[in-house]
């Protein structure tokens, strides 16, 4: 049982194929191999010269009822070619990345937010690029080693308790970070910004509130569609303006907050959701 959890909805790209990973998902992807966990969302569409994966699940705020295989059929039917399919990709949130895959071009990328993580190897490797470095270190061919770089070093027994990893370099020699709204071309190795490509448009307030409503509120009933959920909410702003996004599905939503470190009653995180909850008669945990 606990053997299964390790590398939990994890996935790798290698050249070789890996016998210990022989209950995995693997897709043959040409001259390499995607592995997938088992309890990794993973659906493959092709056509005759294109193919897409999803490793994860996406959602798309205007047909909130389609699944995955849906989704990633639609973006496939807009695809042609890698721009297309970058410009195609942007509508749908979730957690997820997408490769895909062409005669000209194979490359990966995620959601907006790069939730969904991706550490590649710079260097010459057996291992193309994977989900969490150490799933990299793990079977990477030469090996991996630990970066030798004094600045990292010092941030990171000194400074990183107090302070986020901003930037792509990790703690190891020749493993990068994939950044939010960059692609890696796979057969290079080399990254590139894909948003924004030209001027941003500017709204003015009420068009980019009405815009951001009907897409919050859309993603969330996609995914209370397909998937029963649960919503922390604290007396931060995120949480309650995702409180508010949820209005029309509250009954299909758990509300809840966890009193870790005993937080008790007079903290704010917990008097101020529950003064709220009481006010607006919907159960909260």
Same mark, same amino acid.
């Given at each position: 049982m606990y053997q299964r959890l390790k590398y939990r909805r994890q996935f790798l790209i290698s050249k070789i194929r890996i016998e210990s990973l022989v209950k995995w998902t693997c897709l043959d992807l040409g001259d390499l191999y995607l592995y997938a966990h088992p309890d990794m969302e993973v659906h493959s569409v092709e056509n005759q010269n294109q193919r897409i994966v999803l490793l994860g699940n996406m959602f798309d705020a205007e047909e909130p009822e389609k699944g995955n295989v849906d989704l990633v059929e639609d973006l496939l039917a807009r695809t042609g070619g890698l721009n297309a399919f970058l410009t195609g990709a942007r509508q749908y949130a979730g957690n997820y990345a997408l490769l895909y895959q062409s005669d000209q071009n194979m490359v990966i990328m995620q959601e907006a937010l790069a939730l969904r993580e991706i550490y590649y190897c710079t260097r010459e490797n057996k291992i193309i690029c994977g989900s969490q470095p150490?799933?990299?270190?793990?079977?990477?061919?030469?090996?991996? +080693?630990?970066?030798?770089?004094?600045?990292?070093?010092?941030?990171?027994?000194?400074?990183?308790?107090?302070?986020?990893?901003?930037?792509?370099?990790?703690?190891?020699?020749?493993?990068?970070?994939?950044?939010?709204?960059?692609?890696?071309?796979?057969?290079?190795?080399? @990254? !590139?910004?894909?948003?924004?490509?030209?001027?941003?448009?500017?709204?003015?307030?009420? +068009?980019?509130?009405? +815009?951001?409503?009907?897409?919050? +509120? $859309?993603?969330? #009933?996609?995914?209370?569609?397909?998937?029963?959920?649960?919503?922390? @909410?604290? =007396? $931060?702003?995120?949480?309650?303006?995702?409180?508010?996004?949820?209005?029309?599905?509250?009954? #299909?939503?758990?509300?809840?907050?966890?009193? !870790?470190?005993?937080? $008790? !009653? =007079? !903290?704010?995180?917990?008097?101020?959701?529950?003064?709220?909850?009481?006010?607006? $008669?919907?159960?909260?945990?």
């Open positions: 150490n799933l990299l270190l793990s079977f990477a061919d030469p090996a991996i +080693q630990e970066t030798s770089n004094p600045d990292l070093l010092d941030f990171y027994r000194n400074h990183m308790k107090d302070s986020s990893w901003i930037g792509d370099e990790t703690f190891y020699e020749g493993v990068k970070h994939l950044l939010p709204n960059h692609y890696l071309d796979i057969r290079c190795r080399k @990254v !590139h910004r894909y948003w924004p490509n030209k001027p941003l448009r500017q709204l003015d307030l009420d +068009q980019a509130v009405s +815009q951001i409503c009907a897409y919050l +509120q $859309g993603i969330m #009933k996609s995914m209370a569609y397909r998937h029963s959920l649960m919503l922390a @909410v604290t =007396s $931060g702003t995120d949480s309650r303006t995702l409180l508010a996004a949820s209005k029309d599905l509250r009954e #299909k939503i758990y509300y809840y907050i966890n009193t !870790h470190n005993n937080l $008790g !009653h =007079s !903290h704010p995180d917990i008097y101020v959701p529950k003064a709220m909850f009481d006010k607006i $008669g919907i159960p909260f945990h």
